[in-house]
Protein backbone atom coordinates (compact mmCIF):
# COMPACT_ATOMS: atom_id res chain seq x y z
CA UNK A 1 0.00 0.00 0.00
CA UNK A 2 2.94 2.17 0.90
CA UNK A 3 4.22 1.66 -2.74
CA UNK A 4 1.53 2.51 -4.45
CA UNK A 5 0.74 5.05 -2.52
CA UNK A 6 4.14 6.59 -3.29
CA UNK A 7 3.73 5.57 -7.23
CA UNK A 8 0.87 7.62 -7.25
CA UNK A 9 2.33 10.46 -5.75
CA UNK A 10 4.91 10.10 -8.11
CA UNK A 11 2.62 10.01 -11.14
CA UNK A 12 0.78 13.31 -9.44
CA UNK A 13 3.68 15.30 -9.29
CA UNK A 14 4.77 14.24 -12.87
CA UNK A 15 0.91 15.49 -13.36
CA UNK A 16 1.39 19.12 -11.79
CA UNK A 17 4.10 19.59 -13.26
CA UNK A 18 3.28 18.63 -16.39
CA UNK A 19 -0.33 20.60 -15.75
CA UNK A 20 2.43 23.57 -14.62
CA UNK A 21 3.90 23.69 -17.86
CA UNK A 22 0.86 23.13 -19.90
CA UNK A 23 -0.44 26.31 -17.99
CA UNK A 24 2.66 28.44 -18.65
CA UNK A 25 2.78 27.50 -22.28
CA UNK A 26 -1.47 28.36 -22.72
CA UNK A 27 -0.34 31.95 -20.68
CA UNK A 28 2.37 32.36 -23.17
CA UNK A 29 0.14 31.69 -26.00
CA UNK A 30 -2.93 33.91 -24.86
CA UNK A 31 -0.12 36.63 -24.11
CA UNK A 32 1.19 36.15 -27.74
CA UNK A 33 -2.39 36.32 -28.75
CA UNK A 34 -3.62 39.25 -27.32
CA UNK A 35 -0.31 41.11 -28.87
CA UNK A 36 -1.20 39.90 -32.30
CA UNK A 37 -4.62 40.77 -31.49
CA UNK A 38 -3.55 44.83 -30.76
CA UNK A 39 -0.64 44.56 -33.80
CA UNK A 40 -3.73 43.60 -35.90
CA UNK A 41 -6.12 46.23 -34.60
CA UNK A 42 -3.27 48.74 -34.82
CA UNK A 43 -2.21 47.60 -38.30
CA UNK A 44 -5.93 48.36 -39.42
CA UNK A 45 -6.06 51.56 -37.81
CA UNK A 46 -3.09 52.39 -39.58
CA UNK A 47 -4.91 50.92 -42.73
CA UNK A 48 -7.86 53.35 -42.29
CA UNK A 49 -5.66 56.25 -41.92
CA UNK A 50 -3.54 55.69 -45.04
CA UNK A 51 -7.15 54.82 -47.25
CA UNK A 52 -8.30 58.23 -45.37
CA UNK A 53 -5.16 60.45 -46.13
CA UNK A 54 -5.25 58.58 -49.96
CA UNK A 55 -9.14 59.59 -50.33
CA UNK A 56 -8.12 63.24 -49.07
CA UNK A 57 -5.64 63.52 -51.72
CA UNK A 58 -7.79 62.02 -54.16
CA UNK A 59 -10.49 64.60 -53.56
CA UNK A 60 -7.69 67.52 -53.33
CA UNK A 61 -6.69 66.07 -57.12
CA UNK A 62 -10.05 65.83 -58.46
CA UNK A 63 -10.55 69.49 -57.63
CA UNK A 64 -7.12 70.40 -59.25
CA UNK A 65 -8.68 68.86 -62.30
CA UNK A 66 -11.68 70.09 -62.64
CA UNK A 67 -10.42 73.35 -62.40
CA UNK A 68 -7.60 72.86 -64.74
CA UNK A 69 -10.13 71.35 -67.10
CA UNK A 70 -12.09 74.36 -66.85
CA UNK A 71 -9.00 76.47 -67.22
CA UNK A 72 -8.23 74.57 -70.16
CA UNK A 73 -11.84 74.70 -71.71
CA UNK A 74 -11.71 79.10 -70.75
CA UNK A 75 -8.07 79.31 -73.04
CA UNK A 76 -9.80 76.93 -76.04
CA UNK A 77 -12.22 79.53 -76.14
CA UNK A 78 -10.02 82.22 -76.14
CA UNK A 79 -8.20 80.43 -78.56
CA UNK A 80 -10.84 80.38 -80.80
CA UNK A 81 -11.72 83.78 -80.52
CA UNK A 82 -7.93 85.17 -81.18
CA UNK A 83 -8.12 82.84 -84.08
CA UNK A 84 -11.28 84.65 -85.48
CA UNK A 85 -9.90 87.84 -84.59
CA UNK A 86 -6.48 86.94 -86.11
CA UNK A 87 -8.41 85.82 -89.59
CA UNK A 88 -10.66 89.25 -89.14
CA UNK A 89 -7.45 91.14 -88.82
CA UNK A 90 -5.46 88.83 -91.37
CA UNK A 91 -8.77 90.05 -93.84
CA UNK A 92 -8.23 93.28 -92.96
CA UNK A 93 -4.63 93.18 -93.59
CA UNK A 94 -5.38 92.10 -97.16
CA UNK A 95 -8.31 94.55 -98.02
CA UNK A 96 -5.72 97.49 -97.10
CA UNK A 97 -2.45 95.53 -99.17
CA UNK A 98 -5.13 95.99 -101.92
CA UNK A 99 -6.22 99.52 -100.99
CA UNK A 100 -2.69 99.99 -100.32
CA UNK A 101 -3.96 102.84 -97.56
CA UNK A 102 -3.20 102.10 -93.93
CA UNK A 103 -0.56 98.90 -94.81
CA UNK A 104 1.80 99.55 -92.13
CA UNK A 105 -1.34 99.96 -89.29
CA UNK A 106 -2.69 97.06 -90.58
CA UNK A 107 0.86 95.02 -90.41
CA UNK A 108 1.50 96.27 -86.92
CA UNK A 109 -2.46 95.35 -85.71
CA UNK A 110 -2.11 91.57 -87.30
CA UNK A 111 1.13 91.56 -85.43
CA UNK A 112 -0.16 92.07 -82.63
CA UNK A 113 -2.48 89.91 -82.84
CA UNK A 114 -0.27 87.12 -84.03
CA UNK A 115 1.58 88.15 -80.31
CA UNK A 116 -1.43 87.67 -78.67
CA UNK A 117 -2.36 84.40 -80.13
CA UNK A 118 1.06 82.93 -79.77
CA UNK A 119 0.91 83.96 -75.63
CA UNK A 120 -2.54 82.17 -75.19
CA UNK A 121 -1.63 79.31 -77.51
CA UNK A 122 1.35 78.51 -75.30
CA UNK A 123 -0.43 79.19 -72.09
CA UNK A 124 -3.03 77.07 -73.33
CA UNK A 125 -0.94 74.35 -73.80
CA UNK A 126 1.11 74.59 -70.40
CA UNK A 127 -2.51 73.91 -69.06
CA UNK A 128 -3.25 71.11 -71.01
CA UNK A 129 -0.17 69.52 -69.99
CA UNK A 130 -1.11 70.48 -66.57
CA UNK A 131 -5.00 68.70 -66.81
CA UNK A 132 -2.77 65.54 -68.73
CA UNK A 133 -0.68 65.68 -65.58
CA UNK A 134 -3.48 65.95 -63.14
CA UNK A 135 -5.32 62.82 -64.71
CA UNK A 136 -2.20 60.88 -64.43
CA UNK A 137 -1.74 61.24 -60.63
CA UNK A 138 -5.54 60.34 -60.34
CA UNK A 139 -4.90 57.04 -62.49
CA UNK A 140 -1.37 56.65 -59.97
CA UNK A 141 -3.98 57.05 -56.85
CA UNK A 142 -6.90 54.50 -58.16
CA UNK A 143 -4.48 51.88 -58.68
CA UNK A 144 -3.12 52.65 -55.12
CA UNK A 145 -6.66 52.32 -53.75
CA UNK A 146 -7.05 49.09 -55.25
CA UNK A 147 -4.15 47.43 -54.10
CA UNK A 148 -5.36 48.56 -50.96
CA UNK A 149 -8.83 47.02 -51.39
CA UNK A 150 -6.38 43.64 -52.70
CA UNK A 151 -4.42 43.67 -49.30
CA UNK A 152 -7.71 43.62 -47.27
CA UNK A 153 -9.40 41.23 -49.00
CA UNK A 154 -6.14 39.22 -48.96
CA UNK A 155 -5.98 39.69 -45.06
CA UNK A 156 -9.70 38.85 -44.68
CA UNK A 157 -9.36 35.67 -46.47
CA UNK A 158 -6.40 35.04 -44.58
CA UNK A 159 -8.41 35.14 -40.93
Do not use: W
Amino acid sequence: LKEENATLRSKINKLQILSETQADKMRKLEKKLEENKIKEEKEAQDLEAMVQHVEQNLQLMTKRAVKAENSAAKLRQENALLQVQLRNYKAENEALQLGQAGLATAKQNAEMALQHLLRVTTSSRASIRQLLSGAESLQLVADLLKSIDRISEVSEDGQ
